[in-house]
């Protein structure tokens, strides 16, 4: 079975590009994350989807992010204008999301896709 | 204070040891709880989910402590394979908000 699909997988370009990533989710999964990693801070969400609709963007650090999910088997995140700060692995994954709460199962295991390794120069 | 506390190590032990990770959250309505494991440039996956109850999958075992907000990983008989990065997640609340721990590095050597 195919995962979480991911491109590009590296991506170099220079300060003041446009930058898009580009996530496939595994079909039948209802739910897509954006996060970023960095070694100073860590695994960050930045924006969650659920059934396509955008349901947590506080994690975006600024208006030069932007993020959108036409249609359930794909999402793209798109940095403009990209800067150097913005160097990171941007990982997206997906889920699964069932409506009870109440077994004990990891309903909600997130699974992710190898990511984009971004450099901004 | 961050949501999601570790000690990032590094965890250096021989083959065979017994090893034990902590973790600490903040948000007490926190409901849900994990390990996952990182390996060096790839993508986190999940180990394994810790219960109230406490649970164990085969070398690994996961605790849940709800009063004091803190929730441990064993790994017994630790091998070659077992060195990455583990990741403690906290679902901050019903739905889909996991927040990641900076994570702990073990190392294992022969």
């Known amino acids: 079975d195919a995962g979480v699909i991911q491109s590009p997988r590296h991506e170099v370009t220079e300060m003041g590009q446009e930058v898009t990533l580009r996530c496939k989710p595994i079909?039948?999964?209802?739910?897509l994350f954006w996060y970023r990693q960095t070694m100073m801070r860590g695994l960050e969400l930045l924006i969650y989807?659920?059934?396509?609709?955008?349901?947590?963007d506080s994690g975006m650090p600024e208006d030069r992010f932007s993020a959108k999910m036409p249609n359930a088997s794909f999402s793209t995140l798109k940095i403009q204008p990209s800067e150097p700060r913005d160097s990171a692995v941007y990982f997206c994954?997906?889920?699964?999301?069932?409506?009870?709460?109440?077994?004990?199962?990891?309903?909600?295991?997130?699974?992710f896709g190898p990511g984009t390794r971004l450099t901004v120069l | 204070r961050k949501e999601v506390e570790q000690d990032p190590g590094p965890f250096n032990v021989p083959e065979g040891a017994t090893v034990a990770f902590n973790c600490t959250y903040s948000?007490?309505?926190?409901?849900?709880f994990f390990w996952y494991r990182q390996d060096c440039r790839k993508e986190p996956k999940l180990l394994m989910s810790?219960?109230?109850s406490g649970n164990e999958d085969g070398r690994f075992t996961a605790q849940l402590n709800r009063a004091s907000q803190y929730i441990s990983l064993l790994i017994r008989d630790s091998k070659l394979s077992d060195s990455a990065t583990y990741l403690c997640?906290?679902?901050?609340?019903?739905?889909?908000?996991?927040?990641f721990g900076a994570g702990t590095i073990l190392r294992v050597k022969s």
């Open positions: 948000n007490s309505a926190s409901q849900s």
């Open positions: 079909s039948g999964h209802n739910s």
């Open positions: 994954a997906s889920s699964l999301t069932l409506a009870s709460v109440t077994n004990r199962r990891s309903y909600n295991e997130q699974f």
């Open positions: 810790v219960y109230s």
């Open positions: 997640v906290v679902n901050k609340e019903y739905g889909n908000k996991l927040v």
């Open positions: 989807f659920n059934n396509n609709v955008p349901i947590d």
